[in-house]
């Protein structure tokens, strides 16, 4: 009995050390694959050439360790140390300056370079489909509407048969009937119709208002077709490269012109998976950047801005009322909230649509259930109680709504 | 029971029988039921069947509206856009606040491209970041539809700028020699002074005359003679013990009121441990705002002013008080005079009068007292005034002698505030070559010949040197709206000089400050000030004296009734008349809104109008509807019918009348047909204008409306709101209040238990922040910049004369003035001023009635208001024991979906919903559609984004991350604002050091406000509240008073 119990112990406590172990590496890669998205993805990618080389297989090019630190770190270094693969590269990729990134640390490039490799091996994705999670509920409620429906007629039919016994057994015994009333006379019909139609009517209609203004899924056709699935997820630019302002401010900022070019005067054809719009049309993505060069006024054979520029007039797809305040830099900056939580996987999608409905129920729900950085932001040092709270374990973490994230004038004023 | 010490109103005061009903009602007006009980309900104006029909109209038009296609919206970013600019992210730029010669400096917020609010430099050492009512409302001038919006030659548009200055090129050319003048407002910007000389050098014979609308020309040339410098010296009301003031509003309007108050009030804190204070005596005429301030007051004719200065130096002079009339005042002045005597050093006197010799004689009084070098600094001179009224005579003599050839005009506007306008008329009709770079057009403008508007100051560069040494720079927040040029670009293209103005400023401070470094950081900090000036001061120079107080004394004796002029707080000389947000801040004194009106004293008033103010129905009957009896003025052949409001404080024998008002109607909407202009009331005697005369009053049948606020608010008879106290009794008992508030709230568990057992309702927890405000009473002047700068901050809707008068205002904060002492005894009179806002009450009595829940309580302590849930009921706004909130009765700021969606449309209204207008909204605060309630948030956007910065910065919350607007812009600091729940906060220590006097207003219905009072404490003998009063309803108070009545006439 005892002998049992112990091997169940450790058999438990194995299993917890593998997930242990599992969520450690899983966190770590994570960590790569930000600093990857924060650092290098604006002119690396894993599996392909962008402004700089494809990165996979970098391990097994460059094997020496500490010069690929050294090179990641400071490239110019490395360079006028004479290094003929290095310099090699760099001829090769037509002198294009790197960045140099002196404050990473060991374990930070340890971590994009497991990042890089995993990201290598990985096999291309199986894409779920995202209709297919959603049909068995759609079939489910089918099948109770006709159970219902069926239901309904049983209980009709019994009524009928129970009345036409009734008279039955009415003139049976002699008591006088009376004129059968036909069903679409009877009262009681009518009534049961009415509350019906009332309920199934009032439903629709304050579903239909409550619906008023929202506009999930809403995905414009944009004056350029952008397609985030080939900046951030094929060539995995960060977010934030780009919508810099949700760390600073209010706004994210559809980003200026100039950042666009940053890249795009290098990178002047698009080679990669063929693209398609919503309706099934194919995009013909060199034919997007020139329309981002007619609008620079950039000139790629004379490689200078050469016309007069425009603005782009893109159409604003998240719009909230004007009594919500909503701050990005307080959800991504102090609450380090992924983009992903509100705006869906923008890697994935061609053009953007609106992913939830922005409505203040969601709002609120995610209130109540994201934990705040409590204990890693000295900003809720003076918050004693819940620190009191969290260390005698009456609480185990502090959410949103415990320091009053939905009351009202947190975002109505 | 110590009921009705403090009246707002005579009703108050009488108890009156429309005070009793005001304080049933929360809403003046009736509900719009017309005749419901006598005709039943089918036969009243809405009846049911009707009524059913609007809401099936309107439910069906608003699914029908709703269930349209969502508006697609455009999001357009930059090209290229500039490193700084971030689309929702506010800059703030260092500039200085430029009107006339006053020059504040200032921080204005902009946030994407729009200059949206203004704030003081805290980087300046004089403003130390005080503003005024008129600096925070210049933000809303930039936007002000009825600027000028291009150069203009005989009224027709000119297409360029070069085809403008061919024209007038040509015809100063033209002029064979006759002398071209530069009329402008005080200039004190060094390099502007360059620009003009260079171009009078240009133009031989020409010169610069200033001139300002009220001038400060008999302290000039008082100086000039004393001292031997033209110049006004600086006064540092901070180490003044004693400050003595001769109808000088140097809190409200005299020359530099931000600095005089940050002075002042420093030596007005009271400290708990060694509590003292300076004090304040106030000879003057008329009611004003400093004097509402004083510790003792004396009122006397402004043709008296002389003889009081003259008395006052014969009493220091170990002579006796003579020359002056009424007991009172001799004896103040002997008691002043002792008094001063005993501070030499430390002690100042200043004088509000314009004539030399007064001016004269009270500069032999501050030498006589030690004044100079140690309250009075002459090291760095106030420049902001600079015109000299017999230069501005002269220069109107030679335009009517034709002897001017061209005239340029700059920020002057003498065809309006000159007191003999007519005769600058005629003058300007003889002007060959006339040009205008006023902004609008004005008075002035309207008569030139060309017309240049010049820029706002937030469109421009420039500097200025408001107090010698101390230099602010300005630079433009917003290109130029309008094809508008600075006058200094003009000048500089005039007098042949290719430079830019911009680049001439930079050049000029370039080379002066060393480099471009130098020049770039003085541009970010806004100013430059080189070390203090050791305060040294010229020789005094008495040989004037003796001639001084004969002139004096042979001045002639003012007759029955003298008028005196004044400048309001807010609009002060009239220049920003058309600022919306100036109109409709209350007077300090009157709280009357929209209007300039005679002041006059109750037995005044009795005599003329027989209005009895102590007898209830007598002082209903002028109180209670908003038509006043009217009054014509004569001074001299002149003539002006304006409305009274009787006044307790006034000099029995003096009426005043606000100058600023009666503007032209092209000046824009909200100045159009407000109130008449009293310029032309002031007198020239030969060297300098005087701003009082003798004038004879006749009963006029005229009906004004005058918009006073006074009423709009009751307390329902609740008591006590505010607590004053002597620094006497202070000293003696420093336990006076809290031991008042323990007493009162023993049955309820006392101070301590008070707020868990004076109530059924359970206590919420307060985590993390709980925002508190202390206001100290002694720090509150009323002078309403906090008022203004709520109304920026906040979006707070403007709503005309129409609505004040229905009592629609809608200003979050208001100042509440009560009076205290005995009517018609002006000297007893005692003022008191309160902010009151919202309370954030703990327990809320409006969050328990809010059907919808529209208003509740936040874990920080705020009271919230959700626009947006709101229904409209208004049963919050008339269950709250404060009356702070506010009622939106139409779309006063153009918040509806539905354009055009008012009935209520006045002119001002339709101004703020201009799109021009609209741009000075705050895009963090939501702008409130028709119908539902608003009140203040504590400035809940402020609060949430320095929260935020703390939490980005990975650091607890700091007092200076969180400002309220109110706070800000108080130059006295007279408001204090933070989280109490940390002990070393600001607010915290407030309270705690200053535990004796604070209080909660009506602390015993159990409301728990999260705003606190400290006492007001008076460096006098007597409180008149507590001396008049201590009867319960003191039915006829003026019986009471011990020198009630002798005053009468």
Redesign the interface.
Known sequence: MIHYRSIAKKLVISFLLLTVVCFDQQVFAQDGKALFQQNCASCHAVSKNLTGPALAGIEERVTDKKLLYAWIRNNQAVLSSGNKYFTDLYNQWNKTPMNAFPNLTDEEIAAMLTYISTEANKKPEVKTDAAGAAAPEADNSLLFGILTLILAIIVLVLMQVNANLKRLSDEKEGVPSYEPVPFYRNKAYIALFAVILFIIGGYYTIMGAIGLGRSKDYQPEQPIYYSHKVHAGTNQINCLYCHGGAQEGKHANIPSLNTCMNCHMAINEYAGEKLYREDGTEVNGTEEIKKLYSYTGWDPDQKKYANEPKPIEWVKIHNLPDHVYFNHSQHVKAGQVACQTCHGEVQNMGEVYQFTDLSMGWCVNCHRETKVQFTDNKFYSIYEKFHNDLKNGTLDSVTVERIGGTECQKCHY | MEQKKYWQSFGELNNSDAFKKNAQDEFKEDLPFENFDAQGLSDAKTPRRDFLKYVGFSTAAAAVA??CE?P??????????PVDA????ANYYATTYISGGDAIPVVAKVRDGRPIKIEGNELSSWSRGGTTSQVQASVLDLYDTARLRFPMADGKEVSTFDAFDKMVGDALNGLGGAPVVLLTSTINSPSSKQVISEFLAKYPGSRHVQYDGVSYSGMLLANEATHGKRAIPSYQFENAKVIVSLGADFLGTWLNPVEFSKGYSKGRKVDAQHPSMSKHYQFESMLSMTGANADERFTHRPSETGAVAAALLGALNGQGVSGVTGDKLKKGIEKVAKDLAAHKGQSLVVCGSNDVNVQILVNAINEAIGANGAVINWASPLQNRAGIDADMAKLVEDMNAGAVGALLIQDANPAYDYFDAEKFKTGLKKVRVSVSFNEKMDETTELCKYVLPANHFLESWGDAEHKAGYVSLVQPTISPLFKTRQWQDTLLKWSGNATTYADYHKNFWTSRLGGSDNFNKALQDGVIESAAAVMGFPSFNGAGVAAAAAAVAAAKKGGKVEVVLYQKPTIGDGRHANNPWLQETPDPITRATWDNYVMMSPAMGKAMFDIDISNPSQSDNYEAFPEKPAVIVKVGNKTVDLPVLLIPGMNNDTIAIAVGYGRSEKIGKAAAGVGQNVYQLASFNGTSVLNFADATLEKSTSKFKIATTQTHASYEGRYEVVKELTLAEYVKNPTKILDGRKKELEPWGGLENYDKDGTLYPMF?K???KWGMSIDMNSCYGCGACVVACTAENNVSVVGKSEVLRAHDMHWLRIDRYFAGDVNDPESIQTVFQPMLCQHCDNAPCENVCPVAAT?H???G?N??????CIGTRYCANNCPYKVRRFNWADYTGADSFSGNQDESSDVIMMMNDDLTRMVLNP????RSRGVIEKC?FC??RL?EG??T???Q????EDKDVKTACQQACSADAIVFG?V??SASAVSKHRHDNMNRMFYSLEQIHVLPNVNYLAKVRNTDKISAHEQFGAPHAAAPAAEGAEGGGAHH
């Open positions: 709703a269930s969502i697609v919206k455009k999001a357009i970013p930059f090209i290229n856009r971030v689309p929702g992210i927890d985590p993390g922040i509740n936040s874990s920080e705020l919230q208001m959700t626009y947006n849930r963090d605060v939501t702008v948030s809940v956007q949430q929260k935020l703390a939490k980005k990975d650091r607890p919350l989280n729940n940390n």
